[in-house]
């Protein structure tokens, strides 16, 4: 069974760090982009970050969180990471990684993943 699994999310207070984690299985990471998506109660879905395949590693990130996000491989374990820190209270929602098995180049658009995991909650709050 293909499957994405999202992990780490969770209360935390303004100003703290979360770490999620994205793992595969059935299938690689390793030969396509993963991309982290995320979408708040009442708002449409936004795109966080993106890494390309594991040849390059290219690394894209939103307006809002560029600066306080970074995303990584783990290609031993067929891990992605998203590390987030300084967190807001406007970073909540639930947080979805994707893979796309059209290609390693990073994208934006949620059209361009056709792999998905089933979300991980994030709050941040005090």
């Known amino acids: 069974q293909l499957q994405l699994v999202e992990s780490g999310g969770g209360l935390v207070q303004p100003g703290g760090s979360l770490r999620l984690s994205c793992v595969s299985s059935?299938?690689?990471?390793?030969?396509?982009?993963v991309g982290w998506f995320r979408q708040a109660p009442g708002k449409e879905r936004e795109w966080v970050s993106c890494i390309s395949d594991y040849t390059v590693r290219t690394t894209l990130y939103g307006e809002s969180v560029k600066g306080r996000f970074t995303i990584s491989r783990d290609n031993a374990k067929n891990l992605v990471y998203l590390q987030m820190n300084s967190l807001k209270p406007e970073d909540t929602g639930v947080y979805y990684c994707?893979?796309?098995?059209?290609?390693?180049?990073?994208?934006?658009?949620?059209?361009?993943?056709?792999?998905w995991g089933q979300g991980t909650q994030v709050t941040v709050a005090s």
């Open positions: 059935g299938f690689t990471l390793d030969y396509g982009a």
């Open positions: 994707a893979f796309s098995n059209l290609g390693g180049v990073c994208s934006r658009g949620a059209y361009y993943y056709d792999r």
